[in-house]
């Protein structure tokens, strides 16, 4: 079997303006393949799907898009040949075409996306923890900053649709986070003469890819009024598994878990929900708080089942020993206790690998055990909602603090209910008592 070389992957984003003529729709593709272009993200194709199938050649393997009508000006998804990406399933709905799958055994979801700022609901469940949306948002997200000259800061409706998007699907502007003042545009209007520079065209990511971000650059205007946006990023490794810690859903059972989880979400409130702390700093400190302290509830945990497991072997073996010089009804009582004991400790391991691997295994069990839910992570859509449902006062403040992820926390409870609902049905149907 032969090892796939893991190398960084260069994303690049460029409003074309149509790719109609013969002659610019070559300059575009060979532009991208100079530029060493993995993944190219196209706005503006202006194709029909027989134009944009047409496109699959060369150093061009795969081809997604959103072809052109009355509802879309034509995106496109450009995949390089030799990257190894296993499609899974692409979203199609007018100004953006999405594809989600895996890349290096790692699911990701890529974005081509024209205009929209607003989602639908349903558009949560297509998110991965690897998470890129690239393309021409046409909107600043900080107008004194964003154009020229210098304006007094001031939110259009556009920008603050463009805010809440990215809070809502915890996005990310890459190149902005890393040049916090410098002073850019990507966007040339010739109508426009006293505004006509804008920063328009955005990387804009999960989490998980902002720490895995290597470079990210405006690069020259030549072939089109946009500038090509370009990011760097370093791939997953081969075995994900490896890395990602994930909860097991059968804790979620357990009344000491769920006891323990309240004392320690009060704890961080009462010590961090102070005045100058935004929500969203509050909730990604939380996110990674509460788990860690899941961590150490769980390692506690399973120490103490080995524990339990160990005395139980040496007590069967003892007692077994003493049954055999002295076979009565009372040894032998004893020893069918322990081994019962052992049994039951030995059914609710196998049970929770057994719910844990249906969680979280590509291919097995219902969609909604899958972790599809990435920048909304299974862990933190299932913790929220416990401490919701149990009405812990803290949760419906902090939760009501969150003007503009209300449409987030709406996802985390549908997501929730759904799993427990699933996860307390199949258990029953497929887990029976020993």
């Given at each position: 079997?032969?090892?796939?070389?893991?190398?960084?992957?260069?994303?690049?984003?460029?409003?074309?303006?149509?790719?109609?003529?013969?002659?610019?729709?070559?300059?575009?593709?060979?532009?991208?393949?100079?530029?060493?272009?993995?993944?190219?993200?196209?706005?503006?194709?202006?194709?029909?799907?027989?134009?944009?199938?047409?496109?699959?050649?060369?150093?061009?393997?795969?081809?997604?898009?959103?072809?052109?009508?009355?509802?879309?000006?034509?995106?496109?998804?450009?995949?390089?040949?030799?990257?190894?990406?296993?499609?899974?399933?692409?979203?199609?709905?007018?100004?953006?075409?999405?594809?989600?799958?895996?890349?290096?055994?790692?699911?990701?979801?890529?974005?081509?996306?024209?205009?929209?700022?607003?989602?639908?609901?349903?558009?949560?469940?297509?998110?991965?923890?690897?998470?890129?949306?690239?393309?021409?948002?046409?909107?600043?997200q900080d107008a004194s900053i964003d154009q020229p000259p210098p304006k007094q800061a001031f939110t259009t409706?556009?920008?603050?649709?463009?805010?809440?998007?990215?809070?809502?699907?915890?996005?990310?502007?890459?190149?902005?986070?890393?040049?916090?003042?410098?002073?850019?545009?990507?966007?040339?209007?010739?109508?426009?003469?006293?505004?006509?520079?804008?920063?328009?065209?955005?990387?804009?990511?999960?989490?998980?890819?902002?720490?895995?971000?290597?470079?990210?650059?405006?690069?020259?205007?030549?072939?089109?009024?946009?500038?090509?946006?370009?990011?760097?990023?370093?791939?997953?490794?081969?075995?994900?598994?490896?890395?990602?810690?994930?909860?097991?859903?059968?804790?979620?059972?357990?009344?000491?878990?769920?006891?323990?989880?309240?004392?320690?979400?009060?704890?961080?409130?009462?010590?961090?929900?102070?005045?100058?702390?935004?929500?969203?700093?509050?909730?990604?400190?939380?996110?990674?708080?509460?788990?860690?302290?899941?961590?150490?509830?769980?390692?506690?945990?399973?120490?103490?089942?080995?524990?339990?497991?160990?005395?139980?072997?040496?007590?069967?073996?003892?007692?077994?020993?003493?049954?055999?010089?002295?076979?009565?009804?009372?040894?032998?009582?004893?020893?069918?206790?322990?081994?019962?004991?052992?049994?039951?400790?030995?059914?609710?391991?196998?049970?929770?690998?057994?719910?844990?691997?249906r969680c979280y295994t590509p291919g097995k069990g219902n969609n909604e055990h899958k972790t599809r839910g990435?920048?909304?992570?299974?862990?933190?859509s299932l913790v929220i909602y416990f401490l919701y449902r149990n009405n812990i006062p803290t949760i419906h403040?902090?939760?009501?603090?969150?003007?503009?992820?209300?449409?987030?926390?709406?996802?985390?409870?549908?997501?929730?209910?759904?799993?427990?609902?699933?996860?307390?049905?199949?258990?029953?149907?497929?887990?029976?008592?020993?």
């Open positions: 079997m032969t090892m796939v070389q893991i190398q960084k992957v260069k994303i690049i984003s460029l409003n074309v303006k149509g790719l109609g003529h013969v002659v610019k729709r070559q300059k575009i593709i060979s532009f991208l393949k100079r530029a060493n272009a993995q993944i190219a993200l196209q706005q503006e194709t202006q194709l029909t799907e027989v134009e944009h199938i047409k496109l699959r050649r060369g150093w061009i393997g795969q081809v997604f898009y959103s072809s052109f009508n009355s509802h879309s000006m034509g995106e496109a998804i450009f995949i390089q040949k030799k990257l190894p990406f296993n499609l899974e399933e692409i979203i199609d709905e007018g100004r953006f075409v999405i594809i989600s799958g895996f890349l290096y055994g790692e699911g990701i979801l890529i974005g081509s996306v024209y205009g929209p700022n607003t989602f639908e609901p349903s558009f949560f469940s297509h998110l991965t923890p690897f998470t890129v949306l690239g393309g021409d948002f046409k909107s600043v409706k556009k920008t603050a649709r463009l805010k809440e998007l990215c809070a809502d699907l915890g996005l990310f502007d890459v190149w902005r986070i890393r040049n916090p003042r410098e002073k850019d545009y990507t966007f040339y209007s010739h109508p426009h003469p006293h505004q006509s520079l804008w920063r328009i065209d955005y990387f804009l990511v999960s989490t998980e890819v902002m720490d895995r971000v290597k470079a990210c650059s405006i690069e020259i205007r030549t072939l089109s009024d946009h500038n090509p946006v370009s990011i760097t990023v370093s791939p997953p490794y081969l075995d994900p598994s490896s890395r990602h810690w994930r909860l097991n859903p059968s804790l979620l059972s357990s009344p000491p878990f769920l006891d323990f989880l309240e004392k320690q979400w009060e704890l961080f409130m009462s010590t961090n929900n102070t005045p100058g702390i935004t929500p969203s700093l509050l909730w990604e400190t939380a996110k990674a708080f509460i788990m860690g302290s899941i961590i150490s509830f769980t390692a506690a945990h399973k120490r103490d089942t080995i524990r339990k497991q160990l005395e139980l072997e040496h007590l069967i073996e003892d007692l077994e020993n003493t049954f055999k010089s002295s076979p009565s009804k009372q040894n032998l009582k004893k020893l069918e206790s322990a081994r019962s004991a052992l049994n039951q400790l030995l059914t609710s391991k196998a049970e929770a690998s057994i719910l844990f691997d990435g920048v909304i992570s299974f862990t933190s403040h902090f939760i009501n603090k969150l003007q503009n992820t209300k449409l987030r926390a709406k996802y985390y409870f549908t997501l929730a209910d759904t799993v427990v609902q699933n996860t307390n049905t199949w258990t029953s149907r497929h887990i029976s008592p020993t």
